[in-house]
């Protein structure tokens, strides 16, 4: 006996309604009615179309779509959620007959090849904390989010790795896709974007390619810098941008660096990104930092109550250059506690620090970080982190970012290679050049001098 596509999808639509039955908040009631006489169109390891009998259906499914991106998770033995649509029948069928109608639908074949990345449903404005380092960057995403092509296009987020540039891509996906199901929104990597860009040249599908590129509503583009230097896809990539942002399409993108410190990138393409608007994320504050900490742990099921304040205080303070550290002390105290704290209930303080003893940049003489100097330096200079750590070479950071690095030197006794990480990856010959510039300057500058002075002893009070 034969299976047909169509049964193997109501097969795994009846596992999903199985699935959601045991969800409390789904009762049976909403269940028979508006979920069963659902139907899944379209599936595969990206996406998943579901078409509901009407409107008001369709706004209690999408109620649900998080659940039903689980279940599919756990149905389909996926590495990661798919998204979930929810459309209406009519609209659904119409839009069928015009794609089948349209002149150029034998061009436009939408394949793994086209494919959007998934977007990380978990990632959302509800679970994006702001703090004076990225409130500007985040109400730039929503109100972009809210009213796609009007307000900010293109909208440029630029800052350094670990930030939560990608977070706020994603939220602007996310929020798109519930509060528009109807839009096309395109998630793509730089890199994975040249990719697809060879394989459709190799293919003989370029414009194809074109052609599917302009029917989307919102273009997301994360890490733009990688795009340099790739002669051929600023072609095509300019070609779609113009096509999208002429149709009053979104367009959002972000990158480690301003549109103008981008190297190898086209001119045209620099001036277009500047014709929009450009925020900056820069590391969080100790607040802010201890704020994401409280809700990494809460949602990775941990009770927060069982972690010692000045515990939580201490990774706030010694792991705020980006998200990432965060997470990173916060699995190390995690697996610390589990292996060798004797005491199994609250995790201590002493446990904290013996976890992260070789992981943090703290002097024992004076409880100074390279978060801690780069920060003094930037509030005496009136810069940010972002700035003093970027890659802006202009006369007044450069100054600023020498002498923070001779700082770290002088009053931590860090290695140059390690103050090279705290400072973007620099290697040790820039660091040591760094060192002697301020130096010198110091020699024969008496107001500079004063400075880096005044700057020492904010930050070495007797």
Request: charged share 25%; hydrophobic share 40%.
């Amino acid at each position: 006996m034969s299976y047909s596509r169509d049964q193997y999808l109501k097969e795994v639509w009846n596992r999903v309604i199985a699935d959601l039955s045991d969800h409390e908040v789904v009762t049976p009631e909403i269940l028979n009615t508006f979920f069963r006489p659902a139907y899944i169109a379209e599936l595969n390891s990206e996406k998943a179309i579901i078409v509901t009998q009407n409107s008001i259906a369709r706004e209690i499914v999408l109620q649900q779509a998080d659940l039903i991106a689980a279940a599919f998770v756990q149905i389909l033995d996926l590495e990661k959620p798919l998204l979930v649509e929810i459309r209406v029948e009519a609209e659904y069928q119409k839009a069928k007959q015009n794609a089948a109608d349209s002149p150029i639908s034998s061009t436009i074949i939408v394949d793994e090849d086209f494919n959007s990345l998934p977007l990380q449903t978990d990632q959302t404005f509800e679970n994006f904390v702001i703090g004076e380092c990225n409130r500007e960057s985040q109400a730039a995403a929503l109100a972009c989010a809210y009213n796609p092509g009007k307000y900010f296009n293109p909208l440029f987020i630029y800052g350094n790795s670990g930030l939560g540039k990608t977070h706020l891509l994603m939220a602007i996906g996310n929020y798109v896709h519930k509060a528009f199901p109807d839009k096309k929104v395109y998630y793509i990597e730089s890199l994975k974007f040249v990719d697809k860009v060879v394989k459709a040249i190799q293919n003989n599908r370029i414009d194809a390619f074109k052609q599917y590129m302009s029917t989307m509503d919102v273009l997301l583009v994360d890490d733009i810098q990688f795009l340099a230097g790739k002669e051929k896809s600023h072609e095509i990539f300019f070609s779609i941008y113009n096509e999208l942002i002429n149709n009053h399409k979104q367009i959002c993108i972000a990158s480690d660096r301003q549109p103008r410190e981008i190297k190898g990138l086209e001119e045209r393409l620099i001036s277009r990104f500047n014709s929009g608007l450009s925020v900056g994320i820069d590391s969080p504050e100790f607040e802010t930092s201890l704020a994401i900490l409280r809700l990494k742990i809460q949602n990775s099921g941990y009770d927060i109550n069982e972690v010692d304040d000045r515990g939580l205080a201490y990774i706030a303070s010694n792991f705020s250059g980006n998200i990432r550290d965060l997470e990173g002390a916060w699995n190390r105290v995690l697996f610390y506690a589990i292996m060798f704290q004797e005491d199994k209930g609250v995790i201590s303080f002493e446990t904290v620090v013996k976890a992260l003893k070789d992981q943090t940049v703290v002097s024992d003489k004076t409880g100074l970080s390279p978060n801690k100097i780069i920060k003094t330096v930037a509030d005496y200079y009136g810069l940010t982190r972002q700035q003093i750590t970027g890659k802006t070479r202009t006369r007044n950071i450069s100054n600023a970012r020498h002498i923070s690095i001779y700082l770290c030197r002088k009053l931590l006794d860090l290695p140059y290679i390690k103050i090279g990480e705290e400072f973007g990856g620099r290697d040790h010959a820039t660091i040591m050049s760094a060192c002697r510039k301020v130096e010198k300057q110091i020699s024969k500058d008496r107001n500079y001098a004063q400075a880096v002075d005044e700057i020492e002893r904010q930050l070495t009070p007797q």
